[in-house]
């Protein structure tokens, strides 16, 4: 499985785009990259998955560079109930391994 | 929508002790898996099921045993708990290739 690499934590000011990057530079061909959030004391939340295309759906926009190394979540207007831990995963199927994600803190 | 469910959200048990924790889901998944979660270690599999009656090892299933009788629901079981089990235990549920979906957690004390 593709190791991802996230930065530990990022502020978003309320109302703004958050834009959560993830490294993926050992992805391959077809493995899907998906993002999952944890909000405190709660189990993780399906956010969004893609595997070449860029994504959108109702929570979120998920951007993949054209050679798969990267990525990026876009949470277009930031809310202080998007405070969380932002997982970026890589997986062909099955089990997911979560890594240590991004701290995204949402603020006033 | 997908509802997973899990008997409790905190539970307090004591060394040696059997613990079950139970999960169920309402939209007929075929695949179910429990994790653990650990400050600093993130999210690890600890066993999965993809049909009644079938489980497989996930990365740290050394203590825990599983059971799939019904389809909706998988049981995670803690043959003689100890303390190095205290955690926060999740369970998901999917179907074929698409995402999981996540209980809300059971947070386990063991003294």
Not at chain 2, 28 to 36: I, K, P, Q, V
Not at chain 2, 50 to 77: N, T
Request: proline share 4%; hydrophobic share 30%; net charge positive.
């Amino acid at each position: 499985d593709a190791k991802t690499t996230q930065p530990p934590s990022m502020d978003c000011a309320e109302g703004r785009a958050a834009n959560l990057p993830c490294n993926h530079s050992t992805i391959s061909g077809n493995e899907y990259v998906y993002w999952y959030r944890q909000i405190h004391s709660q189990g993780p939340q399906y956010i969004i998955h893609g595997l070449k295309n860029n994504e959108t759906n109702e929570m979120a926009s998920l951007i993949i560079t054209e050679d798969r190394k990267s990525s990026t979540l876009i949470l277009p207007h930031a809310t202080l109930r998007d405070t969380a831990v932002y997982y970026c995963i890589v997986r062909v199927t099955g089990k997911l391994i979560f890594g240590q994600g991004t701290t995204l803190q949402v603020k006033p | 929508d997908v509802k997973v469910t899990q008997s409790s959200r905190y539970l307090v048990k004591r060394t040696g002790e059997k613990v079950f924790l139970e999960c169920v889901q309402d939209m007929d998944h075929e695949n179910m898996f429990w994790y653990r979660q650990d400050p600093g270690l993130g999210l690890r599999l600890i066993y999965f099921s993809y049909d009644v009656k079938m489980k497989e090892k996930g990365d740290i299933p050394e203590g825990y045993s599983v059971s799939r009788e019904k389809k909706e629901r998988f049981s995670l079981i803690l043959e003689s708990a100890s303390t190095n089990q205290t955690s926060m235990y999740l369970c998901a549920s999917k179907r074929g290739y698409n995402e999981q979906f996540f209980g809300p957690g059971t947070r386990l004390t063991v003294l």
